[in-house]
Structures are given as structure tokens and as C-alpha cells.
């Protein structure tokens, strides 16, 4: 079973999310496809892939816990 973590998210301009993990000293890392439909700052429950030497640990949200906005204008 792979680990699960959460926390709130942040977005790049490029789309790709990183994820703050208390004592882990890098972010993990979630490509654009794999953000479902989460938004920066969101709260988020991640599923961390198989690790790959030498490349950042990666991840999938698997859940979003709560949104950080709510109502969009536009």
C-alpha cells in the first residue's frame, strides 16, 4: 500500500504542484495530470508514487479535503 500525506498545496504558473511534508526535507512534487482538480492552497490528501533515484518524490491527489476558494468571479 503506498503512503498517503496531506497538507495545502502550491501551484506554479506551470501548473505543477508541490507539497509540504514536515519533515521531509524537499516538497513532493505532482505533475499537472495527476492534480486532478485541485487548486493552489487547497487542502489535499496526496498518494506518494514509487520513489526514483535521483528525481524528486512524486505524488497524486487522491483527495481534496477542503477548497481554499470557494466562489470564482467571471
Known sequence: MNKKVSGHIKITSKAIGYLPVEG???DIEIQT???KTALNDDEVEVTLLPAVKGVRQQGEVTKI???NKISFVG
Do not use: A, C
Open 24 to 26: 521531509v526535507e524537499e
Open 33 to 35: 495530470h495527476l492534480l
Open 65 to 67: 479535503i477542503n477548497r
